[in-house]
């Protein structure tokens, strides 16, 4: 058995401190300098404790103070107490071994690309802060108190009232408040029309577009058709027996261009006949530099027409905030689908953007990054133009990203020499659909959008001295 503790006070030494000002007063600082020995190694597992008058008697303070110590101690399990054996260490109080004290290094992260030219993203570092932070003071408070209970399932009105009148102006989106559901974006409204059973498959899609898109289609039961491109966008021409089709008709993407005037009334056409619906992906619809605005397809029939839209290009998308403009018919299968209780956006973030928006703040950001994103776009075409001008660049009218255009298979070299001088890009490839007849073509899409200011012009020499050469 082990021995008992005899001198108490010697025992705990110096690390005993039961200065009348700590916190907790001397009934705290016992019970820290006890759980302090256990852990240390000092009072050993099995360690038999002084009396309470004993051990009030070394250390000069009341038999209740040490009572009261080892009655916390002994429920949280640091010492064990029964009849005829007196106060003990409890077998399980284990000290830390010396290695265990040593702070654990975490493992070190991994080394991000020098120049990231990836798609997707706008440029971190123009958030605007503190257009942001006005926007959510003025939210907060002006909120009533109904705001810090369960949400509404479609999302707060304010916001959806602010998106009826700026979809309509900027987009010219034809839509009310109660035909608009807030998500927290795209993939989240795919989740939701065909996850929450709300639309099946199959679905006809561009035969390049994000794999993620149709990856998610695909988990939710729904196949997807690629649909061959050309010069005027899809080909919807070739639509079938499909329930919906998937587009990007403002700004296709990743190969960039417009949906042509003709094959956007031929979707909707379609749609009437079939008894369809044309989901539109309206991913960079505010950013377009050399040509007039392209308005929205939902415009032509709002009710064969699912308009989503997010501020993941336009803002950031860590703020996880998109929105469906719905046809009649589908509100409310969708929000039976969503649940009763808003899990995904935001209250305070919605209200933040409807103010953001009401308060011409969204409309003078968009403004603001149009003209930057307009400039790098510009410095982009320039740097190709004098050291590879051999590289068609496409896709560039409009949106965050542009196309170059490789010589035949070169593709896969380009991206690995660009892998290996820091330099983060996607190919061409990666977004085709693995089912298509289209023939392939070597390219690199480059995102123009997500380097910071100071680090854009480093960028664009590394992304020239990766690139195939004319030979």
């Known amino acids: ?205 561009e035969a390049y577009g994000l794999a993620f898109h149709r990856e998610l289609l695909q988990t939710a039961g729904a196949r997807t058709v690629p649909l061959p491109l050309d010069d005027d966008g899809a080909r919807v021409d070739l639509l079938a027996r499909e329930r919906a089709v998937l587009l990007t008709p403002a700004h296709q993407f990743p190969t960039g261009g417009p949906l042509h005037a003709e094959r956007r009334a031929a979707a909707v056409d379609w749609a009437r006949a079939r008894g369809g619906v044309v989901l539109e992906d309206d991913y960079d619809g505010e950013f377009r530099y050399d040509r007039k605005p392209v308005g929205a397809v939902q415009g032509l029939d709002p009710e064969r027409v699912i308009h989503i839209g997010s501020v993941s290009k336009s803002l950031s998308p860590a703020l996880r905030l998109g929105w469906m403009v719905l046809p009649e018919r589908y509100v409310g299968a969708v929000l039976e689908a969503k649940g009763e209780r808003e899990g995904w956006a935001s209250v305070l973030d919605q209200l933040s953007l409807a103010d953001f928006i009401v308060s011409g703040s969204y409309d003078r950001h968009v403004r603001r990054m149009r003209q930057r994103y307009r400039s790098r776009r510009d410095r982009l075409v320039a740097a190709l133009a004098e050291h590879v001008p051999h590289i068609e660049v496409t896709g560039v009218a409009a949106g965050l990203h542009a196309v170059l255009r490789l010589p035949p298979g070169t593709e896969r070299s380009a991206v690995k020499a660009a892998t290996w001088q820091g330099v983060a890009l996607d190919g061409l490839a990666e977004f085709r659909h693995p089912e298509t007849d289209m023939p392939a073509a070597d390219g690199l899409v480059v995102g123009y959008a997500t380097p910071s200011e100071h680090a854009y012009g480093a960028a664009l020499d590394a992304l020239c001295g990766v690139l195939p050469s004319a030979d």
């Not at 038999?48 to 009572?67: E, F, I, M, W």
């Open 1 to 205: 058995m082990t021995e008992s503790w005899v001198n108490s006070a010697e025992r705990i030494g110096a690390d005993l401190h039961l200065e009348r000002s700590g916190p907790g007063g001397r009934r705290a600082a016992l019970i820290r300098a006890l759980r302090d020995a256990v852990r240390g190694g000092r009072l050993a597992p099995g360690t038999r404790l002084p009396p309470y008058r004993s051990l009030a008697a070394d250390l000069g303070v009341a038999r209740n103070t040490v009572a009261d110590a080892y009655a916390e101690l002994v429920a949280e399990g640091w010492l064990t107490a029964r009849q005829g054996s007196g106060t003990r260490v409890a077998d399980r109080a284990e000290p830390l071994r010396h290695a265990e004290r040593v702070p654990i290094k975490a493992p070190p992260r991994a080394r991000g690309p020098r120049h990231d030219l990836r798609q997707g993203a706008p440029d971190a570092s123009a958030f605007p802060r503190a257009a942001w932070l006005a926007s959510y003071r003025r939210a907060l408070q002006q909120a009533p108190n109904e705001v810090f209970g369960p949400g509404d399932p479609a999302g707060r009105r304010e916001l959806r009232e602010a998106l009826t009148e700026y979809l309509a102006r900027a987009r010219g989106v034809r839509t009310e408040p109660g035909r608009i559901v807030v998500c927290s974006g795209f993939a989240h409204a795919l989740r939701l029309l065909f996850g929450g059973g709300v639309l099946r498959g199959p679905v006809a899609v």
